[in-house]
């Protein structure tokens, strides 16, 4: 087992990738604080831990609230009394229904002449709440989390933090200003914390998937869907399990020498 013994933290784990993270560390071996702003998806997944054979604590907290983190931090660590890897996992997506009924109009374009001449007007009729909560959440969220994480790991001289980027900090994509402004953030933030801490014994790298088959991809209509899978080279979404299994990686003794890298799982989609 790649984790024996160690002791993650990951947020945003009731669904999604970060529940997928959160089993994948138990098989190999983790306890796991499971973190969620729900607290019942959150205990759930903690159950699903401990059926594994390892600890488990249910965590719930908004990541977006620094004084909610710091509670959190100090549950886990009440509970499993010590951390050697966090997971900046927990993310939302939240798309205007105008900017959809856009998006397939821009389609449409691109599928009949081949170009667009049209906006999406996401960007132009964004509300302040709207991009105060995606960046609070994304980015807030992980430097939250990660000042706490570190308060633990400098002390004891090890560990590992993973950020979940996205290929939209990568590339940015239309439509979803304010998820690829936080997720480039991440991307930047990650490259100063790892030069930082990496003499203390503390790695820290990011993953930027592509498009996952989870929930977040609710947002999209069934024919941006089938154009993603169109322009991807794979010819298909990207698994949950794909991206756990990447998360592992970077939480092993394999990954001892990554310090500041960003793995892109996405199919070809950005290479």
């Known amino acids: 087992m790649k984790l024996q013994g160690k002791v993650a933290l990951v947020t945003g784990a009731g669904s999604g990738l970060g529940r997928e993270i959160a089993l994948a560390f138990a098989r190999e071996g983790c306890a796991v604080g499971v973190n969620d702003i729900r607290a019942e998806p959150a205990a759930a997944v903690a159950r699903e831990v401990a059926a594994l054979g390892v600890a488990a604590a249910a965590l719930p907290g908004d990541v977006a609230d620094g004084r909610a983190v710091y509670k959190m931090f100090a549950a886990h660590i009440g509970t499993l009394r010590t951390l050697d890897i966090l997971v900046n996992n927990a993310g939302t997506a939240f798309t205007e229904e105008h900017v959809k009924r856009n998006s397939e109009k821009m389609l449409e374009q691109l599928m009949t002449t081949g170009r667009s001449s049209m906006s999406l007007e996401a960007t132009a009729t964004m509300t302040d709440g709207h991009w105060r909560r995606s960046l609070a959440i994304h980015l807030d969220g992980t430097f939250y989390c990660t000042r ?4 633990i790991m400098e ?9 979940m980027a996205s290929i939209a900090g990568l590339t940015g994509i239309a439509g979803a200003p304010d998820y690829s402004a936080a997720k480039a ?6 490259k100063s914390v790892a030069r930082e801490v990496i003499g203390a014994g503390i790695r820290v790298n990011a993953i930027a998937p592509g498009y996952v088959d989870t929930p977040l991809l609710d947002v ?21 399990a794909e991206v756990a299994a990447t998360a592992v990686f970077l939480a092993s003794d394999d990954a001892s020498y990554f310090v500041g890298q960003t793995l892109s799982p996405n199919g070809g989609l950005v290479i």
């Open 155 to 163: 002390a004891q001289r090890r560990g590992c933090i993973i950020n």
């Open 148 to 151: 706490e994480a570190l308060k």
């Open 220 to 240: 999209l209509t069934p024919v941006m869907r089938q154009m993603i899978v169109a322009q991807t080279p794979a010819g298909r979404l990207g698994t949950p």
């Open 185 to 190: 953030g991440i991307l930047g933030f990650t």
